[in-house]
């Protein structure tokens, strides 16, 4: 297990204790039912195909509306009161005040300006976790009909002219889009997304080779194959997550939660 994901989960059981009934809210999860997935990344432990579990994953984004249910309940997250060293000054600074949305954060807006401890916090509010890069990426691979369009050219230029529009633009409210093959929304063309792996998607060598003490981060962590290098799409994610720090928010980075099907 990663060093980080061990600090996060210390860190938020002390700081998150779950409101009775907050469980109930996220919108809806999806089940998927996983299988075996040849993920754009080439990892350094796994030859060939990986294998996704079956899991659930929320249909939609967390909106502004349910993030805010989730603060007025875990005080604690409001942007006045998070510890700095989980949320840079960035985080919610949208929000018109720490429990007040505003003209800027309308409430079916997907949430964003979020560290990933928020998020982290947030799913484990609702039982739930982050999704791993590997269930987001086996999700994210549907179009409409297909469970795995990735091979599309047509789709892949799709996802490319989200990635030119301005992103000084008001977002749209979640759940616009049709549902992809599994019935999950959004996963393209409104927001990025947190995964709870987020730190261990790229690996750099020269850091591992020189004794970095923040090398387990990396456990796990794969290059980008040569066999994709055409999925633009799937390389700037990448870069962007592996980019960030966990305490980091942007104003066009949200999340949604998944779930571990027993």
Known sequence: MRGLHVIALALSLALVLPAAGQGAAGGGYVKLPGGSFRSALDYEDVAGNVRVAPFALMKQPVTNAQ?????KSNPQ???DRAPT???EPRYLSHWAGPTELGADAAPAQPVVQVSWFAASAYCEAQGARLPTW???EYAAAADETRRDARKDPVWRERILAWYSRPSNTALPR???QTP???GVQDLHGLVWEWTDDFSSLLVDADNRNQGDPDNARFCGAGALSMDDRDNYAVL???AMLSSLNAAD???NLGFRCARTLP
């Not at 993030?67 to 603060?71: M, N, P, Q, S, T």
């Open 236 to 238: 700037m994610r990448v």
């Open 249 to 251: 928010t942007t104003a």
């Open 67 to 71: 993030f805010l249910a989730f603060v």
């Open 85 to 87: 060293v989980m949320a």
């Open 77 to 79: 997250w409001r942007r």
């Open 134 to 136: 590997n269930e987001w």
């Open 180 to 182: 992809n093959a599994y």
């Open 174 to 176: 979640a759940g616009l």
